[in-house]
Nanobody
Framework: QVQLVESGGGLVQAGGSLRLSCAAS??????YGWFRQAPGKEREFVAA????????YYADSAKGRFTISRDNAKNTVYLQMNSLKPEDTAVYYC????????????????WGRGTQVTVSS
């Protein structure tokens, strides 16, 4: 049974940092992604990483501030978020899919329940 469990969210001041974790159980997938959804907005792509190589991809809003990484031995994916801004406030979701990287939520097969990130100004 596939399960993705996010952790590490919380309340942080603008300019601060958080590290999100996504612990995966079940068969491994080739691509793990992080998405976020703010109230009243659509779910949007943040970053994705391949399980098998060093390829990773970022939304423009995340480039230079966020870093996605993985630990295959622990079956865990991380999202290090630095220089956080109030507009980063959202529920952050971990997702998994087979195949190639995609920024489209509809192309991910499995999702975690999310972790809340709140950035105060």
């Amino acid at each position: 049974q596939v399960q993705l469990v996010e952790s590490g969210g919380g309340l942080v001041q603008a300019g601060g940092s958080l590290r999100l974790s996504c612990a995966a159980s079940g068969p491994p997938f080739s691509i793990y992604g992080w998405f976020r959804q703010a109230p009243g907005k659509e779910r949007e792509f943040v970053a994705a990483i391949s399980r098998f190589d060093d390829a990773n991809y970022y939304a423009d809003s995340a480039k230079g501030r966020f870093t996605i990484s993985r630990d295959n031995a622990k079956n865990t994916v991380y999202l290090q978020m630095n220089s956080l801004k109030p507009e980063d406030t959202a529920v952050y979701y971990c997702a998994a899919r087979m195949g190639s990287t995609s920024p489209y939520p509809r192309e991910y097969s499995y999702w975690g329940r999310g972790t809340q990130v709140t950035v105060s100004s």
